[in-house]
């Protein structure tokens, strides 16, 4: 028989901390689609496959300025509308503090607005970078 927080989980993996990384069915459906309008909803359930992905291989990982217990995973990403393809950031907003850590939210923006201190990158995949404060 499946305990309870196992049942809740969604999707589940590994990120390249080599931590393992939860999105929990409540906090999909409660927050991801039903916490924004209808058509935010409907693009946050579109990209769920590509928010899974971010968090298996970021472009970079960094330290949220706002809650120190969570970390931004960031991408660009192509969203096709209208016969062409949009270029985003992809950003899923993890909770390192809790054991697996866990997916709080993901959000597509069209304007990457981040400025970061060197000690804010926690994971730089282009130079290989690890750092496990």
Known sequence: MMRDAEADIRWSVIDPLERQ??????????????DHEEKDGKQREF???????????????????????????LHLIGIPVEGSVKIRSLTVVVD?????????????????????L??????????????RK
């Not at 060197?118 to 750092?131: C, F, Q």
């Open 21 to 34: 990384v939860v999105l929990k069915e409540s906090t999909y459906e409660a927050h991801i689609l039903n």
């Open 47 to 73: 990209l769920e496959e590509t928010a899974k992905t971010v968090v298996e291989k970021p472009r970079f990982i960094i330290r949220d300025r706002t809650e120190a217990s969570r970390a931004k995973y």
């Open 96 to 116: 390192e503090s809790r054991e697996p850590c866990e997916v709080i939210t993901w959000i597509p923006q069209n304007r990457l607005k981040e400025c970061v």
């Open 118 to 131: 060197e000690g804010e990158v926690i994971y730089d995949e282009k130079n290989d970078r690890l750092s």
